[in-house]
């Protein structure tokens, strides 16, 4: 799935990029020739996780960044309600060569069938927007969309006889686990009941650090800090997985307000200490105690601390010069996994620009 979405993001060009009605045209063009082999991978999956959601378009960027949150990979389709874009046209040659046979040689015959196919979408701009937008969740294969296509009655050419190709017809969307729906989502499938359990909670809980960050920042983020990314993941998943039944409970709305508290608690939690990095240069000079900003490196750059340490303790360094030698390490150190937090972290400091 990545490679094949790296290639389609690689041959665009920047006039096609230029104009999203353009990107979602040539998207489902190219796609069309994969589209059954890619549907046969999803259904062959054996993750739980890999999802298969239908939404209003207008609900895209809501649905993406939260599901990301706690599914491998997303199907995404809209309800294929809206106009149907034609694509092109298909030709298939059914022609039949010489035969040999009783009483003499059968001859060739010619059977040449043309069909219209097409794509159902409410609103193409919108579409090539958000693949625009979500292209490094494309490419990382975190999400892909899947058009709902259509074709029409094939025309003939034979021996005899010549019919034009039918008229493109409404759409069928059979690829799908969850209709998502005033931000629910409505399980179709009842065959994966982890994924349930995810999806329709992170759905409706309130995770304030990625509804003020578009798109294309969270799309970003996501494929930057990847290790962290997955690490917030699997804390997601096993918050959520503590619901247990309580989605079909009277005390639903009650259960996931109070799994959204403790995630929110532990997100603030978090990231209040890593705020504090910021602040390294100010405590330094205010002449904080060594054991205050060891606490505040420990829980955010542990490697940091051991390094800084490590390094001291050959030259018997004392208090006085401990913390600029962390500090030194933890600005050139190069980049490394943060831990689950770090995702987060990253993720609020977008927002709040």
């Known amino acids: 799935m990545a490679v094949w979405m790296n290639e389609f993001y690689d041959s665009l060009v920047e ?6 009605r353009d990107v979602a045209l040539t998207y489902a063009r190219t ?14 999956a054996t993750s739980p996780y890999y999802v298969g959601l ?22 995404l389709s809209d309800h294929g309600i809206g106009a149907v874009h034609r694509l092109g046209e298909q030709r298939e040659d059914l022609s039949s060569p010489a ?18 196919y097409g794509l159902v979408t409410n609103d193409l701009v919108q579409l090539g927007q958000w693949l625009l937008d979500a292209e490094p969740l494309l490419r990382s294969g975190l999400v892909w969309y899947g058009p709902v296509f259509t074709k029409g009655r094939a025309g003939r050419r034979d021996d005899q006889s010549y019919s034009e190709p039918g008229p493109l017809p409404s759409f ?36 304030p650090f990625i509804d003020g960050l ?23 998943r096993s918050r959520l997985l503590e619901l247990d039944g309580a989605l079909e409970a009277v005390d639903s709305q009650v259960a996931l307000e109070r799994i959204a508290l403790s ?17 390294s240069r100010a405590l330094s000079r205010s002449g904080a105690v060594l054991g205050t900003t060891s606490a505040v490196l420990a829980a955010v750059r542990p490697e940091a601390l051991q390094g800084a340490l490590g390094f001291t303790a050959t030259i018997a360094a004392g208090a006085t010069g401990l913390w600029p030698t962390i500090q030194a390490f933890a600005d050139t ?18 927002a709040a620009r």
């Open 333 to 350: 150190k190069p980049k490394r996994t943060q831990g689950k937090w770090h995702y987060v972290w990253v993720l609020q400091k977008k």
């Open 214 to 236: 578009s798109l294309a920042d969270f799309a970003q983020v996501t494929r930057e800090e990847f290790d962290s990314y997955r690490q917030y993941r699997d804390f997601m």
């Open 31 to 44: 796609l069309y020739a994969d589209y059954e082999r890619l549907l046969s991978t999803k259904a062959a």
């Open 99 to 116: 035969v040999p046979g009783i009483g003499g040689e059968q001859l060739p015959s010619t059977r040449i069938e043309t069909y219209l």
């Open 263 to 279: 995630i929110r608690d532990e997100v603030n939690a978090a990231t209040a200490q890593m705020s504090s990095t910021s602040r």
């Open 54 to 75: 239908s939404s209003e378009m207008g609900s895209f960027t809501h649905v993406t960044k939260r599901v990301v949150l706690v599914a491998d990979t997303m199907l």
């Open 172 to 207: 069928s969307d059979r690829s799908i686990d969850f209709v998502v729906e005033h931000g629910r989502a409505v399980d179709l499938a009842g065959t994966k009941p982890l994924a349930s359990r995810v999806v329709r909670p992170v759905l409706e809980i309130d995770l």
């Open 15 to 20: 006039p096609e990029r230029a104009s999203p």
